[in-house]
């Protein structure tokens, strides 16, 4: 009597010749994201086979590598790692890189889940180590993909698989994040300045727009940045604009700076006819969530999650 074998995975970095493969499998995990589409071929190739892939946020890439799970030839998953600086440690030494782990997209087949989780897991650790790296963070924010959630790399809460795992490999939760909405009806806000000497300007194109306020005009005390995505989103294509910076120097809060500059960005919004406006903020800025909530902006059912483990040498 022959007992059935079940086939061993084998895992390996991905190669060109796998773009049709990659594009099918990260597609169906962008088409369960909110404020997501789906990839072009040429938009994988971009994200997945470039040393330096483009990003919303700032990031410092060194090394960047695709580890694909096969199993009888069959693409199973895949695992998006690099090493590199992410936008909130910009001033780290370039002697100090973090590990990055960008993307991960297990099998269908439960049955495979954590065999495949982990032999991808093992090849991302063995090269971020060969890397020196002593710190691995899992979906920052910056390294996301400009066409998932907006731009932003968050672990969505509901992704219950991949929490399981990386919590049991050692990741732990550093960071929370709510998202809002706001559909645009049209209406404009009024856009009086909170006091004098206050001057509040605009740069880049309405694809890509960045707001400063100055304080007699050469001292910067405030900044914000709204980006536009076309996105699919439950069944119907929007256009949405994506606050994706905004901030009030520490010494000028409170002083209504931030509701003047949301306030310009709504109006924009509205009179360039996008459908909604979204921002992810973290659970801890209860101001900026009151302000929001104030401006017609509601809680989506989302939770995005930022992990990290400090990898044993």
Not at 20 to 43: D, V
Not at 49 to 69: E, G, M, N, S, Y
Not at 112 to 135: K, M, P, Q
Not at 179 to 204: D, H, I, K, N, Y
Request: charged content about 20%; aromatic content about 10%; hydrophobic content about 45%.
């Amino acid at each position: 009597m022959t007992l059935p074998i079940t086939p061993k995975l084998a895992v390996r970095p991905a190669t060109a010749g796998d773009g049709e493969a990659l594009s099918s499998l990260l597609n169906i995990s962008l088409a369960g994201s909110i404020f997501s589409r789906i990839m072009t071929g040429a938009e994988v190739a971009e994200q997945l086979f470039t040393d330096a892939p483009p990003t919303i946020l700032p990031v410092r890439w060194r090394k960047h590598v695709v580890f694909v799970a096969l199993r009888v030839g069959e693409m199973v998953g895949l695992l998006d790692a690099a090493v590199g600086l992410d936008s909130e440690s910009q001033e780290t030494p370039d002697y100090q890189p973090h590990g990055l782990l960008r993307f991960w997209v297990l099998p269908e087949d439960r049955a495979l889940i954590d065999e495949c989780a982990n032999a991808l897991l093992a090849a991302a650790e063995e090269f971020w180590r060969r890397s020196g790296v002593g710190l691995v963070k899992a979906y920052h924010p910056s390294t996301g993909y400009p066409q998932w959630q907006g731009g932003l790399g968050l672990l969505p809460a509901d992704w219950t698989e991949q929490i399981r795992l990386l919590t049991s490999s050692g990741f732990r939760y550093i960071d929370r994040y709510y998202c809002f909405v706001r559909a645009m009806r049209g209406e404009l806000f009024e856009e009086s300045a909170p006091q004098t000497g206050l001057t509040l300007v605009f740069r880049g194109a309405n694809q890509d727009r960045r707001y400063q306020v100055f304080f007699r005009r050469t001292e910067l005390i405030g900044e914000a940045r709204v980006v536009q995505r076309t996105v699919e989103t439950e069944g119907r294509t929007l256009h949405i604009a994506h606050i994706v910076h905004w901030e009030v120097d520490l010494r000028w809060r409170n002083q209504h700076l931030g509701r003047w500059m949301l306030r310009r960005m709504i109006n924009d919004a509205a009179q360039q006819s996008l459908d909604q406006m979204i921002v992810f903020v973290r659970m801890q800025q209860a101001a900026a969530i009151n302000l929001l909530v104030q401006h017609g902006f509601v809680e989506h059912p989302y939770r995005g999650y930022v992990m990290e483990k400090a990898l044993r040498t």
